[in-house]
């Protein structure tokens, strides 16, 4: 794919997350910043995207820093961006094997109602939990940024 599709389809990505508030209310808090819930953690862990993140970390910290974010926030958009800009290289596919085998929905406990619910899992949330942490390793790494 060639480098302007491929940004075509991030930013398609990221206007449906954001769109689908309900995925990213379940996952991710705005709690400024944006935090993982308990079940964003659960996603992070149980797909695979925690070792593929940090098995990789320095990759993507150089690719972000390609990017030049100025600001947090420059951060976070930009690491759902690089993500989703590099998800046909190899390392993502233990991600991709879980997606296909994985049932549909995810069970969850709501931490503040303590009612289950149910969401659908996708590449979009795994890339959103990923971002998270790829934003917090960035900003770690370049107190700078505010």
């Known amino acids: 794919m060639s480098k302007s599709n491929n940004e075509m389809l991030v930013a398609i990505s990221a206007w449906i997350m954001k769109k689908d508030n309900t ?3 379940e996952l991710a808090k705005k709690y400024s910043p944006r935090t993982l819930t308990t079940v964003g953690k659960e ?15 320095d990759f993507f ?30 390392l993502f596919n233990p991600i991709k094997h879980y997606l296909y085998n ?22 979009n949330g795994v890339l959103l939990v990923m971002s998270l942490n790829l ?12």
């Open 23 to 25: 995925m990213i209310k």
């Open 43 to 57: 996603l992070y862990e149980t797909s695979g995207a925690k070792e593929v993140l940090e098995g990789n970390m």
């Open 61 to 90: 910290i150089a690719e972000l820093a390609k990017e030049k974010p100025l600001t947090a926030y420059d951060v976070e958009e930009k690491s759902l961006s690089v993500l989703g800009f590099n998800l046909s290289l190899e």
């Open 102 to 123: 994985a049932p549909e929905e995810l069970e969850f406990t709501d931490d503040e109602t303590k009612e289950i619910k149910s969401i659908t899992i996708n590449i």
């Open 135 to 146: 934003r917090d390793e960035y900003l770690r790494r370049n107190p700078q940024i505010k």
